[in-house]
């Protein structure tokens, strides 16, 4: 079943540290793998990571980062979309593994208030990220398009309490 389009943050909330697996993978999992402390070091590390072959989600969900979208992952609409721009440049940084690890546990409906031509769904995906001895959440825009390859299309570090 399909959730309303408007639920994604609502449910974010839901989840839980164990959806990543146990305690010792999910400190694996979470932590990253180089730093990016600004928008400098982590358009660079985009620009690197771009064009390169699709990133594969632990879900199995493929999508393509392309070189023309670094700019608009570290834009500041995007960063300011994150509840704080070190931890948005942290997750930019290390996106593709903290998509490696994401996982898509809803599909939501597509928001009629946006532009859907050609595209058959905005799948979001979610993964942990240790960021200053907490972990917090990932959140992952793809578009799927009928016919063309999925995009990754946005980035954003949230701030949510887990469950534990």
């Avoid at 400190?27 to 072959?53: H, V, Y």
Wanted: proline content about 4%.
């Amino acid at each position: 079943m399909l959730e309303k389009w408007n639920a994604v943050h609502a449910r974010v909330g839901e989840l839980s540290a164990y959806c990543w697996g146990a305690p010792e993978e999910i400190a694996d999992i979470a932590a990253p793998i180089r730093k990016a402390r600004d928008r400098r070091e982590a358009t660079d590390i985009l620009k690197e990571i771009a064009g390169l072959d699709p990133l594969t989600s632990k879900s199995g969900l493929t999508a393509r980062l392309q070189r023309r979208s670094v700019g608009k992952l570290v834009s500041s609409v995007a960063v300011h979309s994150s509840f704080c721009p070190e931890a948005h440049y942290l997750a930019a940084g290390n996106i593709d593994k903290f998509f490696s690890n994401a996982i898509e546990p809803w599909a939501f409906e597509l928001n009629p208030n946006k532009n859907n031509e050609g595209l058959k769904a905005r799948r979001y995906l979610f993964a942990p990220m240790e960021y200053q001895g907490r972990t917090v959440i990932i959140k992952f825009t793809v578009k799927e398009y009928h016919k063309a390859e999925n995009k990754l299309y946005s980035i954003e570090a949230l701030d949510i309490a887990q469950k534990k």
